[in-house]
């Protein structure tokens, strides 16, 4: 059973132009929300997080979005840089307990030069 | 500086074998994290060690899976009598302190295939 889904494997965006990255979960329970980067050979890099209690949180050229009703969460990356291209995974964990942590499966960004 | 190191980087082994797949954490960091990722599966916690203690292996199959932290050296996951469902990636992490998600670093995983 998959809790937390990322429902497209793959997004191709024209360099400075946004790139929006979904997440859907369905377990209410979950109270901290996070994204990371994952380039080829190396391991998931943290980028950014939002706890249950906001429903936006920004740091730079990203933007993590929170729809509590909707279970839904997006990353918003803009402006767009060719250096962004790599896989992109929300993590989901109740309490931000690690022992209960959920990560979709991933979306893999290609930003176009 | 270096990060987290995992090694192997790639592993194969026959169904029956046994695996052993190493971490060791950034320097400083006493917590270690190890994840499996299934094919077409998000990362999936399996166990999180300190140094010579087992804190939490709620996420370990009950069986033919151990992982360790010994005082010297690296984490390892062993792993016996591999199946081929144990095929997968294994991610360690670690932070110098137990921490939420956000502060843990990852190295860049080791895997594991089974024939």
Not at chain 1, 78 to 90: K, L, M
């Amino acid at each position: 059973d998959q809790q937390v889904k990322q429902n497209s494997p793959s997004l191709s965006v024209q360099e400075g132009r946004i790139s929006i990255l979904n997440c859907d979960y369905t377990n209410s329970m979950f109270d901290y929300f996070l994204w990371y980067k994952k380039y080829p050979a190396e391991g998931p890099t943290f980028l950014i997080s939002i706890s249950s209690i906001k429903d936006k949180n920004e740091d730079g050229r990203f933007t993590v979005f929170l729809n509590k009703s909707a279970k839904h969460l997006s990353l918003h990356i803009v402006p767009s840089q060719p250096g962004d291209s790599a896989v992109y995974f929300c993590a989901a964990s109740a309490d931000g307990g690690y022992q209960k942590v959920t990560f979709g499966t991933g979306t893999k960004l290609q930003v176009i030069p | 500086n270096a990060g987290v190191m995992q090694n192997p980087r790639h592993l194969v082994r026959r169904r029956g074998q046994e695996a052993r797949l190493r971490c060791s954490p950034m320097k400083g960091h006493s917590h270690v994290y190890w994840y499996r990722q299934l094919p077409e599966e998000g990362l999936k916690f399996m166990v999180y060690l300190q140094k010579e203690n087992i804190i939490d292996e709620s996420g370990m199959p009950k069986e033919r899976f151990s992982a360790e932290f010994p005082k010297e050296g690296p984490s390892i996951l062993r792993i016996q009598q591999v199946v081929r469902g144990d095929s997968a990636a294994y991610f360690c992490a670690s932070s110098p302190r137990w921490t939420g998600l956000g502060e843990q670093f990852f190295g860049p995983g080791t895997r594991l295939t089974v024939l």
